[in-house]
């Protein structure tokens, strides 16, 4: 149930209902379970539903693992690229738990390739998942989010920088997360007087998920654990919405503004120094 507003509220995600793509695993699942912790409830909605033995984690074992946390869930399977199973899901969800006040846009398609190697599929792939799934996924949750006490909607996007070394090499995907990056504050302009909050945020270094096992990743350098970026979301999703909104956020700096300095429980592995992420110069 949408709880009415008050100060404490946005102090805790306690009681609060997140919507989250690609939450069968990685990033999106250690968001899922930080806010499970505080007795959130989430819905887990992603595309396996049965184990695979390329990926880890399926939406009912992401769901099992949010209830052990203290949260609750509700597994969903959903291509975010079908219209209707988004709306279909989004009913389900509001249903079952009473409303949505968060929305995480979290799924997303890579492709770290050249031009003439990216086939036209994957091309579509990456822009229906990060872009107009990102939309699909807002625009279907819109009403909820308008009746939340404190709305949110983060979308894992980057910062957006010009250089042209980030095109060189994977042109393809990068105008496909940059483009999420516009939706994102292309959405806070529009929704700032709905007072709900849109947001992007992205890792400084390289986070050690399935996605580092695609080319051009594989091999790159150390990084840090899918929980510095659940910290940092849940730092963005506590805070007021109409006082925090369009900001390009990135986990690290996020977590120093609150006053964290030792990252070092962050590593993957003990002792080494993380590689900075795609788009991240410094």
């Known amino acids: 149930m949408v709880q009415a507003a008050s100060a404490a509220a946005s102090a805790s995600l306690a009681g609060k209902t997140l919507f989250i793509t690609g939450a069968s695993r990685g990033i999106g699942k250690a968001i899922a379970l930080r806010a499970a912790r505080d007795g959130a409830r989430v819905i887990v909605a992603a595309k396996t539903a049965e184990p695979d033995p390329r990926l880890p984690g399926t939406i009912h074992s992401a769901a099992a693992e949010i209830v052990a946390a203290g949260g609750e869930a509700l597994p969903l399977q959903v291509d975010i690229r079908d219209e209707a199973q988004v709306q279909d899901a989004v009913a389900r969800a509001a249903a079952h738990f009473g409303g949505i006040d ?155 503004e609150a006053g964290v300095d030792d990252f070092d429980p962050y590593l993957a592995r003990p002792g080494t120094t993380p590689a900075l992420d795609l788009f991240v110069s410094t």
């Open 102 to 256: 968060i929305l995480v846009n979290n799924a997303s398609a890579i492709s770290l390739t050249r031009a003439e190697a990216t086939p036209l599929k994957r091309y579509d792939l990456m822009m229906d998942i990060n872009v107009r799934g990102a939309f699909v996924c807002t625009q279907a949750c819109l009403a909820h989010l308008r009746r939340a006490a404190n709305p949110h909607v983060l979308l894992l996007a980057p910062p957006l920088d010009p250089d042209p070394r980030w095109f060189a090499q994977h042109a393809a995907y990068t105008v496909s997360k940059y483009a999420m990056s516009l939706l994102g504050r292309g959405l806070a302009a529009e929704l700032r007087d709905d007072g709900i909050a849109v947001n992007t945020l992205w890792p400084r270094t390289l986070i050690e998920t399935s996605a580092l096992n695609v080319p051009g990743l594989d091999g790159t350098g150390d990084g840090r654990t899918p929980q510095i970026m659940a910290d940092a979301a849940y730092r963005i999703l506590t805070r007021p919405s109409r006082q925090f909104s369009g900001h390009a956020c990135l986990d690290e700096t996020v977590l120093r």
